[in-house]
């Protein structure tokens, strides 16, 4: 164990590493993560993000600035927690569907939108099985996939059942911050890391996986899809009001990535190598 200084996604971490995932079960796509903050203590969750600086202020705006108009478009909200961005979608007009592995996060969405939002309950590290191909216009996936030990049934998933043209765009902590935290000090290794977050006033482990630049990357290649955007994230005035000093530091220190990925289908074949 070593104790950690750097101000987390979700809220200042008080430190502890592991090699190993705790409450870990064994499911088809590798290890699921099964984090209290997400399940136990899914409403005290709700409520701390909805403004709080990395999640209200930071993440969810940078995301949503990242997003077409969405008047009448189907997305796809993975490990949608407790329906914070389906609201937000809904909002704007989208037709959204919400999965997440936490029953409690699923009954929290359900309560607040009703028949507004479809949403079931499920790992997404197995993939897609319930959605047709070729159905939604975006898929988002908003601070989730640091939580599965591996990306490629869930991106390949997200491939099919993106309509040609689609858009899958998801957020996830920055890879220089989180070496920080690596218990190997191998940056090439993805690695379960736990720490204490103290998101909800107080400090909740929190266990997740970090893992090098190049493994997401290939994972979306692999998955027959391009990155046509990359952001650190956008820091804003009301982030500024809210809290000058982590507005400075976000200004200066990368802390999460957004990635904007479309599936090569329906594209013209690429000209590079033809002569
Ligand atoms: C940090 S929260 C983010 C919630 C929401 N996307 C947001 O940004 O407001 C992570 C969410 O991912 C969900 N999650 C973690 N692992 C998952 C898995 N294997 N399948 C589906 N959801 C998962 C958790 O239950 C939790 O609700």
């Known amino acids: 164990m070593r104790p950690s200084k750097r101000l987390d996604g979700c809220g200042y971490k008080t430190g502890l590493e592991a090699d190993l995932p705790a409450g870990e079960e064994v499911a088809p796509g590798g290890f699921v993560v099964s984090n209290s903050m997400y399940t136990d203590y899914a409403d005290e969750y709700e409520a701390a993000i909805q ?18 108009a969405l008047n009448g478009k189907q997305v796809l909200d993975l490990g949608c927690g407790p329906g914070v961005y389906a609201a937000e979608l809904v909002a704007r007009g989208a037709i959204v569907t919400g999965i997440d592995v936490s029953e409690k996060m699923i009954e929290i969405t359900r ?8 949403c079931y309950v499920q790992d997404i590290s197995i993939g897609l ?19 599965l030990a591996d ?4 991106f390949s998933d997200v491939h099919r059942v993106l309509k040609a043209g689609g858009l899958f765009v998801f957020s996830t902590h ?3 911050p989180d070496f920080e935290r690596s218990p190997s000090a191998n940056y090439f290794a993805t690695e379960a890391v736990v720490e204490e977050w103290d998101t ?8 997740f996986y970090r893992r090098p630049i190049s493994a997401i990357a290939n994972a979306i290649a692999e998955a027959q899809m391009f990155i046509a955007n990359i952001s650190e994230g956008k820091v804003s005035k009301a982030l500024k009001q809210a809290s000058p000093e982590l507005y400075s530091r976000l200004s ?10 479309k599936p090569l289908r329906g594209l013209p074949e690429s000209p590079v190598g033809q002569s």
């Open 51 to 68: 403004e709080n600086i990395f999640n209200g202020k930071f993440e969810r705006p940078s995301l949503l600035g990242l997003l077409p």
């Open 111 to 118: 309560s607040k939108m009703g028949d507004a939002c479809r």
């Open 129 to 147: 099985p319930d959605e047709p191909s070729e159905q939604f216009d975006i898929v988002i996936c908003p601070l989730v996939i640091h939580y």
């Open 151 to 154: 990306l490629n049934r869930l």
């Open 174 to 176: 920055h890879p220089y």
């Open 200 to 207: 909800l006033g107080r400090p909740v482990p929190v266990t």
């Open 252 to 261: 200066t220190s990368p802390h999460f990535m957004f990635y904007q990925c």
